[in-house]
Nanobody
Framework: QVQFVESGGGLVQPGGSLRLSCAAS????????MGWYRQEHGKQRELVGT??????DYVDSVKGRFTISGDSAKNTVYLHMNSLKPKDTAVYYC????????????WGQGTQVTVSS
């Protein structure tokens, strides 16, 4: 059974940093295209960035501020977020991403990130 456990969210001031973790189970994350998504209150979930063994990619709104990395020994994917802005406030999720950029498995519980002074 594939599961994702996201953690590391919290309240941070604008300009601050956070590192989110996504612990995957039921498959080997390093063999898949993994993605970080976020969902602002009342809006659709959006794909923020993806990682494979050979590349990472990000939406324009987070390029230069967010970085995705992985630890194959821990079967965990990370989202390093710097220079956070209030508009980054959302619940963040991870999932396997299909060729059509769609999430593949059921969602985990997500982790809340709130950027506010």
């Amino acid at each position: 059974q594939v599961q994702f456990v996201e953690s590391g969210g919290g309240l941070v001031q604008p300009g601050g940093s956070l590192r989110l973790s996504c612990a995957a189970s039921g498959f080997i994350a390093s063999t898949a295209t993994m993605g970080w998504y976020r969902q602002e209150h009342g809006k659709q979930r959006e794909l923020v960035g993806t990682i494979t063994r050979t590349y990472t990619d990000y939406v324009d709104s987070v390029k230069g501020r967010f970085t995705i990395s992985g630890d194959s020994a821990k079967n965990t994917v990370y989202l390093h977020m710097n220079s956070l802005k209030p508009k980054d406030t959302a619940v963040y999720y991870c999932n396997v991403v299909s060729a059509g950029l769609r999430p593949v498995f059921p969602w985990g519980q997500g982790t809340q990130v709130t950027v506010s002074s």
